[in-house]
């Protein structure tokens, strides 16, 4: 059974920085692609960014491109976000995604694309 379990969010001034984790069990990580998404209060959850199951490969939504960095240890598998410069608008659950990829090595955007998701961690930040 996939587990998915999120951590490193609080409460943060604009302009600062928090690093999130994502610590998977249940699975041979090196062939999951993984994901992150969000959702901010009233609004549908939305992709973030994603990345390829040996890290090789990133994709990111535009409005956290040049501040957001994904990365992951397959030795300790861990998928990160890495937030810098944040926005009062980056308030949201963050929440990784996994999905199994034996055939193929890309990244995967759609929330449909992955089958097993974390709880979530709550990012808040202050203006």
């Known amino acids: 059974q996939v587990q998915l379990v999120e951590s490193g969010g609080g409460l943060v001034q604009a302009g600062g920085s928090l690093r999130l984790s994502c610590a998977a069990s249940?699975?041979?990580?090196?062939?999951?692609?993984m994901g992150w998404f969000r959702q901010a209060p009233g609004k549908e959850r939305e992709f973030v960014s994603g990345?390829?199951?040996?890290?090789?490969?990133?994709f990111y939504t535009n409005s956290v491109k040049g501040r957001f960095t994904i990365s992951r240890d397959n030795a300790k598998n861990t998928v990160y976000l890495q937030m810098n410069s944040l926005k009062h608008e980056d308030t949201a659950v963050y929440s990784c995604?996994?999905?199994?990829?034996?055939?193929?090595?890309?990244?995967?955007?759609?929330?449909?694309?992955?089958?097993?998701w974390g709880q979530g961690t709550q990012v808040t930040v202050s203006s």
């Open positions: 249940g699975l041979t990580f090196s062939t999951y692609a």
């Open positions: 990345i390829n199951r040996n890290g090789d490969s990133t």
């Open positions: 995604a996994a999905r199994l990829t034996l055939y193929d090595n890309g990244v995967y955007s759609r929330q449909v694309d992955f089958a097993s």
